[in-house]
């Protein structure tokens, strides 16, 4: 109150000066955002320690085992392609979308909901914790639980809550998403690493093959291993990965997976290029640890639909094919990404609309060129969105692709219109970029039934929406 009676008085004096009353107006509004804003970092940050607190209470008394993801590439849909395989059969919960920061992890404990700005719903969470610490309920017998680095101590801390009985490590990439808040790529590394000291000596560690990184993570636990890849050698490994296609138009991707010497073949609709393989991968590795059956797992798999915004396929306006892999953006995601654009047989055009990649720090400008390169080699239309993707742009002339055919622009609503615009029968759109350039809402002009855009892309809440 007293701010208001403060900017009441200013607004009734008579200065004289309209330059002056402006200053002292938005001085004063700054102020008061400022308080504002520590306001609530205060209240979330008590939030936060209470649910963590009841959370370690709620894994105390009802002992769940816990599967924790962690990566820099593919967690969500890893989590997802595990619970697909084992929560009806093991009476498991998941993280809901990619609840792996510091308060998604005890909202999932605790069967909670994000409250965002909400005060009383935030008590609601609360309550409900120790509801849950006060009485017996039918609390699940595992957690498949996404944890995410996206600062300094972040995963040390998520294992003070939890003890993982089974670690799950997808791919990290030579440029991972987040290292703008650590030193170089080797501090992220290892904070990520701190997952797999937790894990408990009787539990697994399940690992990505394919990146040496990951795969010498083994070493930082006496727990038993098991890998999964496209390289010779892993213990689940997908081979002869190909697109499937129906009446000309991509629908998803198959591949065999060897395993113990049987071959297995495995489809997965609505998905395209390798990523979604390497969560399979993870998840039937899961599920043969735990003594599921393998012709049921790829049963399972092959019911799944991936999360949103992870390479899923959306029909597009006028006959086109919309790959939209929108949730975030990091180097190792986007070359997949634009190497899954490059394998479609299309009597189309192949446009790639690429937004910024965020929180790269130092290594902006070459990862973005490097993208823009590799895209310029095969693209017929490339659309930049965002400040940064200019270095994308100068990535794809680099590449000798012609200036006509790279256009950019700061607002990825814009760029949607443009491309709805240009597409046509048999045309394949990849839309991709980080989270805070929200591509989606490319995606949602050019999409053939926008009226399902809540239930097909990413960041539909209200919450969401309404930010700028």
Not at 57 to 62: I, R, T
Not at 296 to 318: E, F, N, V, W, Y
Not at 441 to 462: D, F, K, S, Y
Request: proline content about 4%; aromatic content about 6%.
């Amino acid at each position: 109150m007293m701010g208001l009676n403060i900017e009441y008085r200013i607004r009734n004096i008579e200065l004289g000066n309209d330059s002056k009353f402006d200053i002292l107006h938005s001085s004063l509004n700054n102020l008061l955002h400022i308080k504002n804003t520590m306001l609530k970092q205060i209240f979330k940050s008590i939030v936060t320690v209470i649910l963590e607190a009841e959370a370690k209470l709620v894994l105390k008394k009802y002992k769940p085992k816990i599967i924790a993801v962690t990566g820099s590439v593919g967690k969500t849909s890893t989590k997802d392609a595990i619970f697909a395989v084992v929560g009806e059969t093991l009476i498991a919960r998941k993280s809901e979308k990619s609840f792996n920061s510091e308060i998604g992890l005890p909202l999932t404990i605790l069967d909670c909901e994000n409250a965002w700005s909400n005060p009383l719903l935030w008590s609601k969470n609360i309550i409900k914790g120790l509801a849950l610490i006060i009485t017996s309920v039918h609390y699940p017998k595992w957690l498949v639980l996404e944890l995410g680095a996206g600062k300094p101590g972040d995963i040390e801390r998520a294992t003070r809550i939890v003890t993982p009985d089974v670690a799950v490590v997808t791919r990290f990439g030579d440029v991972p998403v987040h290292v703008e808040f650590f030193k170089n790529p080797d501090e992220l590394f290892e904070e990520k690493a701190e997952l797999v000291k937790a894990l408990r000596p009787t539990g697994v560690i399940i690992v990505n093959a394919d990146d040496e990184r990951v795969l010498a993570l083994r070493e930082k636990t006496k727990a038993m291993s098991l890998t999964f890849g496209l390289n010779e050698g892993a213990m689940f490994r997908a081979t002869n990965i190909h697109t499937a296609y129906e009446d000309g138009a991509p629908v998803g991707t198959t591949f065999k997976l060897e395993h113990d010497g049987s071959v297995f073949p495995v489809e997965m609709r609505g998905v395209l290029g390798v990523q979604p393989v390497y969560s399979a991968l993870a998840g039937i590795s899961v599920g043969a640890y735990l003594k599921l059956n393998i012709v049921d797992i790829i049963g399972r798999l092959s019911s799944h639909i991936s999360p949103a915004g992870r390479m899923r396929i959306i029909p597009g306006l006028k006959g086109s094919t919309i790959i939209d892999d929108t949730y975030n953006s990091s180097p190792v995601a986007a070359v997949a990404a634009v190497e899954a654009l490059k394998s479609i047989k299309t009597k189309g055009k192949r446009i790639a609309v690429l937004g910024d990649m965020l929180e790269l720090g130092k290594f902006t400008i070459d990862e973005h060129k490097k993208i823009g390169k590799l895209a310029g080699k095969f693209c017929d239309i490339i659309v930049a969105v965002g400040p940064r993707a200019q270095y994308i742009a100068e990535g794809a002339l680099d590449a000798d692709m012609s200036e006509k055919n790279i256009i950019d622009f700061d607002d990825s609503r814009l760029a949607g219109k443009y491309v709805e615009s240009i597409i046509g029968e048999g045309d394949v759109v990849l839309v991709k970029g980080s989270q805070g350039i929200r591509m989606e809402r490319a995606v949602e002009e050019v999409m053939a039934e926008p009226w399902r855009a809540g239930e097909l892309l990413v960041r539909q809440e209200e919450e969401w929406k309404a930010k700028v």
